[in-house]
Nanobody, 128 residues
Framework: QVLLLESGGGLVQAGGSLRLSCTVS????????MAWFRQTPGKEREWVAS??????????YYADSVKDQFTISRDNAKSTVYLQMDSLKPEDTAVYYC???????????????????WGQGTQVTVSS
């Protein structure tokens, strides 16, 4: 059984930072595409960032809305993916989900259905 366990959400003032973590168990981590999504009430789940193997390194991909503001990274030794969120704005308020894919899609071309495993979500609230 593959489990994704997220942590790091919370309440922060506008301009502040948070780092989300997601630890994967039950499967080899290094070959998974890892991603973060977010969702607000009444809206579809939105892809935020993803990271996938590219040869001996990993490539990062970001939604335009978070480029230069968020940073995705991974520690394969800890089977953990991170999302560093800086300069947070009230519109970043959402439930953030970690997701993992066994597939081979790239960046924004990956659909929600391409992700096979999901975390339970963690709330991020940015106050103005």
């Amino acid at each position: 059984q593959v489990l994704l366990l997220e942590s790091g959400g919370g309440l922060v003032q506008a301009g502040g930072s948070l780092r989300l973590s997601c630890t994967v168990s039950g499967r080899t981590f290094s070959d998974l595409i890892m991603a973060w999504f977010r969702q607000t009430p009444g809206k579809e789940r939105e892809w935020v960032a993803s990271i996938r193997r590219s040869g001996m390194t990993y490539d990062e991909y970001y939604a335009d809305s978070v480029k230069d503001q968020f940073t995705i990274s991974r520690d394969n030794a800890k089977s953990t993916v991170y999302l560093q969120m800086d300069s947070l704005k009230p519109e970043d308020t959402a439930v953030y989900y970690c997701a993992a894919s066994r597939g081979d899609c790239i960046g924004s071309a990956c659909r929600t259905l391409d992700y096979h495993y999901w975390g339970q979500g963690t709330q991020v609230t940015v106050s103005s």
